[in-house]
C-alpha cells in the first residue's frame, strides 16, 4: 500500500466513525501530513458542526505551533477567522487527505475551499467529487487558486462512504438495523453494549422514519426515541397486517410524533433517512427497499431465536469495534 493511499484510508476509517450522524451531511474524513508524517485527522461529527477539513486543520495548526488560543474554539466561523488571522503559512508544506471535494459554498458553515485556498497546502488529494450542486466546484476554486489537486485515490472506497448522502438527495435512503450475539441469537434481553446502544439512538436521533414489525412492538413494547442522546423520536412506521395495538405503550405517547401502523411500504417515499430496525421477518420483507445493512455483533452467546437468513451475502464496507461489540456496516452483493 502506497503512503498516499494509507493516508485516504485513514480519512476514510475517521469519516466512518460518524457515518448514520452526519444526515443531511455526507460523513466526510480529512489527514493532513508534513514530511511523510501524519499530524492531524479531523471528521464531520454533526450537521452544523464544523467540517472534517476545518476539525483537521485545527488540530494541526495546534501541532505545527505554540499558539493555543484557537484550542478551546469549536464554532466552524471562529476557527475559520482564527485561522485565517493567524496561519502565517504555516500549511505551506502540508498534503492534504480528503474524502470529498471541499465544499465550495457558504452555507451554515463557511467554505471549506476558500479556506483551503488561503492556507496554501502544498496538494490536496480527493477521493470522491461533490455531487451535490449547491456545494461542488471546490476543486476547481482550489486549482485556480494555484493549489495542486489530485481525484479520485481511493474513489471507490469513497463512493461506498458516500452512498447515503447521494441516495436520500436523489429519493431516500434505507438502513436495516439488527443486533446479534456470536451465536446468531437476536432474543433474551439486551444484546449490545451501553456504547452500541448508544450509537443506535444517535442514528435515530437524525432520521425522519423508524420502520419496526407490529410482532416485535406487540413483544417488547418498545419507546423507540433516542434518550440515551437527549436526542429526538423519530416517526415511526409499524408494519403489520393488524392494526390492533395497545395505543397506551409509550411509543404512542411521545409529543409531535406521528405512527403510522400499515401493511406496506408507500409511506417511505414521504421521507428521506429511513432506519428499519428488526429481525429475520423484517429483513426478508424489506430486501428490495434496504441500501444498507448495519449489524452490531456482540461478543456473547444465548437466546433461541437465531438471525439465520439463508444465501446471503454481503460485502462488508466497514467494521469498528466498539467496547465489547463489533459494529459492520455492509451491502448485499447482488445489489
Known amino acids: 500500500m502506497s503512503g498516499k493511499v494509507k493516508f485516504m484510508k485513514m480519512a476514510l476509517e475517521a469519516a466512518w466513525q460518524f457515518q448514520g450522524l452526519t444526515y443531511p451531511n455526507p460523513a466526510v ?112 476554486a ?14 471507490e472506497e469513497g463512493n461506498d462512504l458516500l452512498k447515503p448522502f447521494i441516495k436520500w438527495n436523489e429519493k431516500n435512503f434505507v438502513l436495516f438495523k439488527w443486533a446479534q450475539r456470536l451465536d446468531g441469537t437476536i432474543d433474551g434481553g439486551l444484546i449490545s453494549d451501553e456504547a452500541s446502544r448508544k450509537k443506535v439512538h444517535a442514528i435515530r436521533n437524525v432520521c425522519d422514519l423508524l420502520v419496526i414489525g407490529g410482532n416485535t412492538v406487540r413483544k417488547d413494547r418498545p419507546t423507540l426515541d433516542a434518550r440515551l442522546v437527549d436526542g429526538r423520536a423519530p416517526d415511526v412506521l409499524i408494519y403489520s397486517k393488524s392494526k390492533d395495538f395497545d395505543k397506551e405503550m409509550a411509543l404512542f405517547k411521545i409529543k409531535d410524533r406521528n405512527v403510522f401502523i400499515e401493511d406496506n411500504f408507500e409511506r417511505l417515499k ?39 437468513n439463508e444465501n446471503e451475502n454481503f460485502k462488508i464496507l466497514q467494521s469498528t469495534k466498539l467496547d465489547n461489540d463489533l459494529v459492520l456496516w455492509m451491502q448485499s452483493k447482488e445489489k
Open 29 to 140: 474524513g480529512c489527514v493532513i501530513v508534513q514530511n511523510g508524517a501524519v499530524i492531524a485527522v479531523g471528521a464531520h461529527a454533526k450537521a452544523g458542526e464544523p467540517h472534517a477539513e476545518v476539525m483537521a486543520l485545527k488540530e494541526a495548526y495546534m501541532a505545527l505551533s505554540i499558539d493555543r488560543g484557537i484550542e478551546a474554539l469549536t464554532s466552524s466561523h471562529d476557527i475559520h477567522e482564527y485561522l485565517l488571522k493567524h496561519h502565517n503559512g504555516i500549511f505551506l508544506f502540508c498534503d492534504i487527505y480528503v474524502t470529498l471535494e471541499p465544499c465550495s459554498h457558504e452555507g451554515k458553515t463557511p467554505s471549506c475551499a476558500s479556506l483551503l485556498q488561503k492556507m496554501r497546502p502544498q496538494n490536496i488529494y480527493i477521493a470522491h467529487f461533490d455531487p451535490n450542486p449547491e456545494a461542488k466546484g471546490g476543486a476547481q
Open 142 to 155: 482550489l486549482i485556480s487558486g494555484g493549489i495542486d489537486v489530485h481525484y479520485g485515490l481511493c474513489e
Open 270 to 308: 414521504d421521507y428521506k433517512n429511513i432506519l428499519i430496525e428488526g429481525g429475520p421477518g423484517m429483513f426478508e420483507a424489506t430486501k428490495a427497499i434496504t441500501h444498507r445493512y448495519l449489524c452490531f455483533l456482540a461478543s456473547s452467546t444465548g437466546g433461541s431465536v437465531k438471525f439465520s
